[in-house]
């Protein structure tokens, strides 16, 4: 089968994805600057799969290592998950998310051009939806104004790429739009690794209950919604992986653009979360109530009609197995890849 290039697939979603193409038989290659990933999960996904995979150490934007391994392979399909992703660090460093994010995507389409390969998946993220689109959100609704420099690159990068398609009606863009993926992989091999103290929910949760945190802030509990905390649309990464199969056998057998949400369509508080975190793994995560957290929006969740029907893709799993799978890869790595 063919080669698929995963820029920025040593990192969370793109070593589960890495996994998901594997054990379908895809060829994997991985290219990776390890900025926030380690290479330890590209043994782990081979301890996993039973499979060897390709990965090139160098930064997506460094065009002549690109060209290199674009010449040396046969890419039929670019996964582009290479990114800068920490929304309050973007506020403070936005030239530096604007240099990377962008830079990255255009290397990609660069070198795709010269070497002719033509389909390209891009993560995007449900933040482009920004503040003035009402919940569900469908792919049909234009986007909205983001409340952060990490969320206007991704509505920069769609307009790149859909761009880009409209010049090149050989090509293929597939768009997917995530909501909140958590979990890890069932075998407790491969999980997130937040350098730092975690900007993410649920991370910082399982940190708590290892005892790494002291305690968790909640982020406001005045909000209009039933508990008073925000509603998230919580997907584990593994039925995240697998829609970027889907989108795989998709992007190579249709031309053109087209936008996917990922997420399940179903909304949780964030008391809800992690009391289900706390019952199903039997531990506490020590909280407190804080102030709302700035650039938050109360409610976002996805129609996920769209994967389900032209992808053929649902989500399996539940919030307890994106509980579980998160607790067992926490207590198995309680200090991530740096053990
Ligand atoms: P991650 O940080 O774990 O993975 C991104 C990977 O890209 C890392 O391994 C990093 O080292 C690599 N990278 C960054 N810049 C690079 C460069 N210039 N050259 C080479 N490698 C580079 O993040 P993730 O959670 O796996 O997210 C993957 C993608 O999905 C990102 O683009 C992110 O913005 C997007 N996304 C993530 C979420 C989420 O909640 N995790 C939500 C929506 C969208
Ligand atoms: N939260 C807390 N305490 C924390 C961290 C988060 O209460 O310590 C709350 C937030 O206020 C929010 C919810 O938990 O209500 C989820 O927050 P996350 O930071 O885990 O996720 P976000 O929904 O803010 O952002 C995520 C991704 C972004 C993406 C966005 C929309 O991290 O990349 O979804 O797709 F842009």
Redesign the pocket.
Known sequence: MSQILL??G?????SHTAVELLDTGYEVII???????SAKSITRIEQITGNQLKFYQ????DTEKLEALFQENDISTVIH?????AVGESIGKPVMYYR?NID?TLSLLECMNKYNVKNIIF?????VYGEENPVPYNEEMKKGSCTNPYGWT?AMMEQILEDTAKSDKSMSVIILR?F??IGAHETGLIG?DPQGIPN?LMPCAAQTAIGIRDHLTIFGNDYDTPDGTCLRDYIHVTDLAKGHVKAVEYAQKNKGVEIFNLGTGNPYSVTEIVETFEKVNGVTVNHVYGPRRDGDLPNCYANADKAMKMLGWKTEKTLEDMCRDLWKWQQMNPNGYKD
Do not use: V
């Open positions: 820029a920025g040593a990192g969370f979603i793109g290219a990776d600057n390890l900025m926030n990933s160098l930064d997506i934007r998950f290479a990114g800068l992703k990377n990255t993560s995007s993220s449900a933040t991704k995530y909140n993926p997130e993410n």
